[in-house]
């Protein structure tokens, strides 16, 4: 089975630019998490879903970053305009046997000039 | 609130010596633990996980942790550390149902000859 899939794996782009994130989850998974991945903060929840609709938002840092799920196979996280501080691994991550134990991608790293 | 601290931040053993890494949890009600394993560049990979019952647990690649209730600890063990466990181990804590995982900071595990 295909694991979660995360595209693009690196990303460099100058700041004030928008940058978007991409996410597939394992097929059957109903519930969708992004983190991002720093030194000085480790591992943070961003924002999750369940069968597509967003539980809690609110470790989204700031109205710059939106995340959708249009459907249950592809989700989106979106930074505009992107700024040298949203430098980091963004890891999307997806579960679906209520125990909390989530599959992870392989992570985005995005690097903001 | 729910939080995960691993005080070590990074530890060095040598090849065939036993390794221990602490994690210590704070959760208000029965917690689910788990150890997740990193590699450069790469996701987090699902190394053991207690939900209930025996509070010792086995995982992958030889490792092995125990729930201790009493001290608020879930601390990850392997008796004889191979070359190719160089990597970052997180423990989290999590709850029945498809709820985020609060991470830990991590611990990097260094191997040396």
């Known amino acids: 089975d295909a694991g979660v899939i995360q595209s693009p794996r690196h990303e460099v782009t100058e700041m004030g630019q928008e940058v978007t994130l991409r996410c597939k989850p394992i097929?059957?998974?109903?519930?969708l998490f992004w983190y991002r991945q720093t030194m000085m903060r480790g591992l943070e929840l961003l924002i999750y879903?369940?069968?597509?609709?967003?539980?809690?938002d609110s470790g989204m840092p700031e109205d710059r970053f939106s995340a959708k799920m249009p459907n249950a196979s592809f989700s989106t996280l979106k930074i505009q305009p992107s700024e040298p501080r949203d430098s980091a691994v963004y890891f999307c991550?997806?579960?679906?046997?209520?125990?909390?134990?989530?599959?992870f991608g392989e992570g985005s790293r995005l690097t903001v000039l | 609130a729910q939080s995960v601290t691993q005080p070590d931040i990074h530890i060095t053993v040598s090849e065939g010596a036993s390794l221990e890494l602490r994690c210590n949890y704070s959760y208000g009600a029965t917690p689910y633990l788990f150890w997740y394993v990193q590699s450069p560049g790469q996701g987090l990979q699902l190394l053991l996980k207690y939900f209930s019952g025996d509070t010792l647990v086995q995982g992958i690649k030889g490792f092995e942790a125990e729930f201790k209730r009493s001290q608020s600890s879930f601390n990850l063990r392997k008796p004889s550390v191979h070359w190719s466990d160089a990597a970052e181990y997180f423990c989290?804590?999590?709850?029945?149902?498809?709820?985020?995982?609060?991470f830990g900071k991590g611990t990097r595990l260094s191997v040396i000859a």
């Open positions: 989290a804590v999590g709850a029945l149902g498809n709820t985020p995982l609060v």
């Open positions: 991550a997806s579960s679906s046997r209520g125990n909390g134990e989530l599959f």
């Open positions: 879903f369940n069968n597509n609709v967003p539980i809690d």
């Open positions: 097929s059957g998974h109903n519930s």
